[in-house]
């Protein structure tokens, strides 16, 4: 069982280190990510995705909700939700219903992003969860939700 998980940065000097981090667990072994993205958040309020890690199945929920954030940065609602079930179809989705949820939930996630602030969203096995919000934390990021 996989869990998706944000953590936010208050700010974009931390965003490095974490995804260093985060490559670390993932090729140590330790932690199994299905797939993860960094997404910042400009002083102009733009938002720029960068994916980290994808690791075959299991991760069509972020790759929907990274395929919206990526639409969110590209023009807005619209090409979010049009993003996020292209994000879904690349993340191998049987079902696509769900395509308004991510857009809302990716604005929620930018939403909650401070200007000059980041966020890394990843798509964790469920044994992992605690081990990466630690790690994360220990950078200065917060759960989101």
Known sequence: MNKLVVMTFPDQTKIDEATRTLRKLQSGRSIKFYASATVRKNADRSLSVQEVTREGHGGTAAAALIGALAGLAAGGPAAAAIAAVG??????AADLSAEDDFTEFATNIADSIAP???????????????????AMQSLGAMVLG
Do not use: L
């Not at 994000?87 to 191998?92: L, T």
């Open 87 to 92: 994000g879904a179809v690349i993340g191998n």
């Open 116 to 134: 000059g602030g980041a966020a890394i969203v990843a798509d964790v096995t469920e044994e992992g969860v605690t081990a990466f919000k630690a």
